[in-house]
């Protein structure tokens, strides 16, 4: 992994910044980190967004210094003292969890409170659900205020499914939640399970994961600067990445198509075609996840897009040039009007 580092000197003289760097390294990714207070104090995790660093929390870590915490504030990789990996594929939801992970343990912290936002809750909320009790008090009784937990007869959680039922009914009684247990539900192929849904999933079979989810399998990224070949020939398309969710395998697919916007409101766009896949007739070398909107003319770069996928149109294939496969584009095109049940000639 090609690593690029911020030099210290750009770290001099920072008002109200007067912290210790602390380092860590993990598989050869330096990351910084905060760490003030007691060491045998409760510990207080600070995670900060994007695109921030632990700087974030400077008026914080004195106040919660003095109220007798420990306070560890890491930088997440890729942002202040980090290690920045020069990649962008290098940068997955999977590998953040992995590096933070590897903080807590390297560090040992126990009994730890959390403090996060932005990009750092999605962090931060993954590694609390991954320890049983941190789980039920962290997310249940506090975030939460939940008053009753309705589980499914099979509901296990935390780090290797060790938290069970009677586990979930004892932090019930001690933290004043009621546990209900609902049956599982399922069809004439068995229970709905996120095994199963995942096979669905990665078999392409997009019915039979919209029967066990109750809805189309969705994948959502932010709109991201491409090639933009798609121009070239008067199909602009939208590339999203990250993508967080499963994908399917590679083909072309009908899609709904939707803008997530910050403050939570869903602004719907018109159907799509969506290709996941290598891009083999321009050379592409990593998987990509590109729409073209139909009928849509506008700007969604830095927009977030949750695509719901619809319908398999086909398998992904190389063609003889540009021309060949604008021809195929626009035949997708009218495949897709079909599935979305939209007009032929909208």
């Not at 911020?6 to 760097?21: I, K, M, N, Q, V």
């Not at 066990?212 to 121009?231: D, F, W």
């Not at 070239?232 to 916007?261: F, K």
Request: with cysteine.
């Amino acid at each position: 992994m090609d690593l690029l580092r911020t030099p210290d000197d750009r770290f001099h003289a920072l008002p109200g910044w007067s912290y210790e760097p602390h380092y860590l390294d993990l598989d050869g990714v330096r990351i910084h980190y905060v760490d003030e207070g007691p060491r045998s104090a409760a510990p207080v995790l600070l995670m900060h967004g994007e695109p921030s660093w632990s700087f974030l929390y400077r008026k914080m870590i004195p106040g919660l210094v003095a109220a007798g915490h420990r306070v560890v504030a890491p930088d997440l990789v890729g942002f202040g003292r980090s290690d920045k990996p020069a990649r962008r594929e290098d940068y997955t939801y999977a590998r953040h969890v992995a590096w933070m992970a590897g903080v807590l343990g390297a560090l040992d912290l126990q009994g730890t409170t959390l403090f996060c936002q932005d990009w750092g809750g999605l962090v931060g909320l993954r590694l609390v659900a991954d320890q049983p009790e941190r789980f039920a008090r962290d997310l249940v009784a506090e975030a939460l205020r939940a008053r009753v937990v309705v589980v499914g007869q099979n509901f296990r959680f935390g780090t290797k499914r060790a938290g069970d039922l009677a586990l979930l009914r004892s932090l019930g009684t001690e933290l004043g939640f009621e546990v209900r247990v609902h049956g599982i539900a399922s069809d004439a192929n068995g229970p709905f399970s996120s095994t199963r849904a995942r096979e669905a999933i990665a078999a392409g079979t997009l019915d039979e994961a919209e029967r066990v989810l109750g809805r189309p399998h969705a994948l959502s990224g932010v709109v991201v600067h491409g090639q933009e070949r798609g121009r070239t020939i008067n199909v602009p398309t939208a590339n999203i990445a990250p993508v967080a969710e499963m994908l399917p395998p590679d083909g072309v697919y009908a899609v709904r198509a939707e803008i997530l916007e910050d403050d939570g409101e869903v602004v719907p766009l018109p159907g799509g075609v969506t290709n996941i896949g290598m891009r083999p007739t321009v050379g592409g070398t990593a998987r990509t996840v590109e729409t073209y909107l139909l009928g849509f003319a506008g700007d969604l770069y830095d927009e977030r897009l949750r695509l719901h996928l619809v319908a398999r149109l086909r398998d992904e294939q190389k063609f003889a040039g540009l021309d060949e496969l604008k021809t195929q584009i626009m035949l997708d095109c009218i495949h897709a009007r079909r599935k979305l049940g939209l007009p032929e000639s909208a």
